[in-house]
């Protein structure tokens, strides 16, 4: 089974299952302030080709032209309604027509704006190697990532700081060891993570050790970071 096929036929089923509250998700989205429930963000993926992500709109109307790209948990620009989609990933389920159109995978890592992607290392372009995912061991690790960076003054520089480093490093061992039995492990990590992130923590750091990654990103992963 091919990963295009696996993706295809995964991202079906799941549209297909959740259809009923991506309907209830995006009618109450568009009945809070009447505006577009549909936010398309321009994102970098494979080989530098931009494309437009589907995300469910979970902040209000123009939020984009703040100049704040990281969103911490207590984000002014956050709806009522958009808090709650964003807390069990709903606003994320919309990326799997992004699969279907071929710009993404299930896993792999998450794509990022034009401006994040300038600031890439020559390392960190290898990111640009494989199709971004909706979900990856980084997405796990930093399923919190809102709450880090809640009580940030510059929510931007603090993502910098942080996260992107830690993030990069386990993106960039996936791309090394990327194949389909770490995937589906990753999938179902992820959907454990929205409701006990120290048992997907346990488990993506046990999956760190088979594939020997530096000791430190394993101990780091196991716990996750927590402010």
């Known amino acids: 089974m091919t990963k295009r096929f696996f993706d295809v036929t995964i991202s ?45 709109r979970s902040m209000r109307v123009g939020a984009d032209k703040s100049g704040v790209e990281s969103t911490s948990s207590n984000d002014v620009r956050i709806t ?26 299930i896993v792999g890592p998450r794509p990022n704006t034009i401006n994040e992607v300038k600031k ?16 990856d061991i980084a997405s796990i690790v930093f399923s919190n990532e809102g709450d ?3 009580l940030s003054s510059n929510p931007d520089k603090d993502y910098e700081c942080l996260i992107r480093p830690w993030k990069s490093e386990l993106a960039l061992n996936y791309i090394n060891h990327n ?9 179902i990590a992820t959907g454990i993570a929205i409701f006990d992130r120290p048992r997907a923590l346990k488990i993506m750091a046990k999956q760190l050790v088979k594939l020997k990654c530096r ?13």
Request: aromatic letters at 12%; one cysteine or more; a positive charge.
């Open 12 to 56: 079906a089923i799941i549209l297909i299952v959740f259809a009923p509250i991506l309907v209830i998700a995006v009618l109450a989205v568009f009945c809070e302030d009447l505006k577009n429930p549909i936010y398309t963000a321009k994102r970098v993926g494979k080989n530098a080709k931009l494309f437009s992500m589907y995300k469910i």
């Open 80 to 105: 009522k309604i958009g808090a709650y989609i964003r807390k069990y990933k709903i606003d994320e389920l919309s990326q799997f027509i992004n699969v279907l159109f071929g710009d993404m995978s």
């Open 120 to 135: 890439y290392s020559d390392e960190e372009q290898r990111l640009l190697l494989i199709k971004p995912g909706i979900t």
């Open 148 to 150: 880090i960076l809640r």
């Open 179 to 187: 194949n389909f039995i770490l995937d589906f492990i990753i999938m």
């Open 215 to 227: 000791k430190k990103l394993i101990e780091f992963t196991e716990v996750g970071l927590n402010i």
